[in-house]
């Protein structure tokens, strides 16, 4: 099968959507598919060492996110490459100008398309906080726009139920399907010697709490670094942040500012591929993710097949995987002294971290990634023979 995926975000950007367009595209090129990613150029990208071809096309920089790039008007070159490549079917991971061309493209030449859906409305206006006053107007237009996008699809996949249930509410009317991101429960279930990580970024042998991701305005952080003061009054911690956007610079003035900058470590980016991530999630005993707006969260499924409990906001798909109690700790978003009370919960009782990790285990079980590929070749699958009758 020749297959076509499309993204505005792609290694190396930093994001979700650039890691789950990759897991699709070398597990479904591992299946004997012809696979071909079309995604901005970037003065960074290396794409020599992928089992699918990278497909670049013209692009600038992204206004609202540093280091990110949007295609050119790419339509006729889009339009271009799916003349010489002829897919059986296209796979777009975003509303935007390279998946736009691929829309076009496919209604004119009557080829098959299914869209994943990875980001919640409030994610998008979280970029234009100036607007705040309007923000229920834009949300308003968003939806209409995005219904009318992805009903000019056949199929939309999105990562979990939560998702799906906005999706209906925008007017979306074409099928629609929730599919975990999935996690390779083999890789992070494992184990290492950690000695070398450890010396490798100088980290102590107290306790850690980690995050790992962007460190973007969306993702919340300043809600963490409040949070640690409080937390090191009753526990003698250290915290772990493993990510880098644009964001970096603030939190790190603000930990300054609180005197706590020593008590954190700001790792950078750790590659997703890199032999660290895992071990990082070893060395750790919790995780935090205070981002009130994941649509799933691909970092919290790899801490929790790492046996990890996890410390999250009490907002969007999240308490589909933190079940409170159970496997770590719902916190109000907005509160860091909230937030800070469950980590030293989790801290203070080793049972519990050792019972909650065991629970991350058993709820993770069910997001295996192959699985995900599995049920995503069978949405192409009932698309093309629903074009075929």
Known sequence: MNIIIGTESFAPNISGVAIATEVLATNLAKSKNAVYVFAPSHPQANDRNYNFEVIRFKSRPNPFRKGFMIAKKPKKEVLKQVLRIKPDIIHLQDPTNICTGLLKASQKLKIPIVISNHFSLDYIVSYVNWLKPLHPFVKFGLRK?????????????CPTGTVKKDLLTWGVMIPVEAISNGVDLERFY?????????????????????????????KNLGILIRAIPRVLEKINAH??????????????????NLKIDQQISFLGWIDHNSGDLPQ??????????????????????????????????????????????????????????????????????????????????????????????????????????????
Not at 145 to 157: D, F, G, H
Not at 199 to 211: C, D, E, G, T, W
């Open 145 to 157: 726009y995005l219904a009318r996008y992805y009903n000019c699809c056949e199929w939309v996949i």
């Open 190 to 218: 494992s184990y290492a010697d950690l000695k070398n990580l450890y010396l490798k970024y100088h980290l102590p042998q107290n306790p850690i709490a980690l995050y790992v991701g962007r460190i973007d305005q969306d």
């Open 239 to 256: 915290f772990v942040i493993a990510g880098s956007g644009n964001d970096l610079e603030r939190i790190k003035k603000l930990a300054r």
């Open 280 to 389: 990082l999630y070893q060395a750790s005993e919790v995780f935090v993710i205070p981002s009130p707006h994941e649509t799933q969260s691909i970092v919290v499924m790899e801490a929790m097949a790492s046996g990890l409990p996890i410390v999250g906001a009490r907002s969007g798909a999240l308490p589909e995987l933190i079940k409170n109690g159970q496997n770590g700790f719902l916190y109000d978003p907005s509160d860091s002294d909230d937030l800070a009370g469950k980590i030293i919960e989790i801290f203070k009782d080793k049972n519990s971290i050792k019972t909650m990790g065991r629970k991350s285990l058993e709820i993770v079980s069910s997001h295996q990634f192959q699985e995900s590929i599995f049920k995503i070749r069978k949405i192409y699958e009932k698309v093309l023979a629903r074009r075929q009758t």
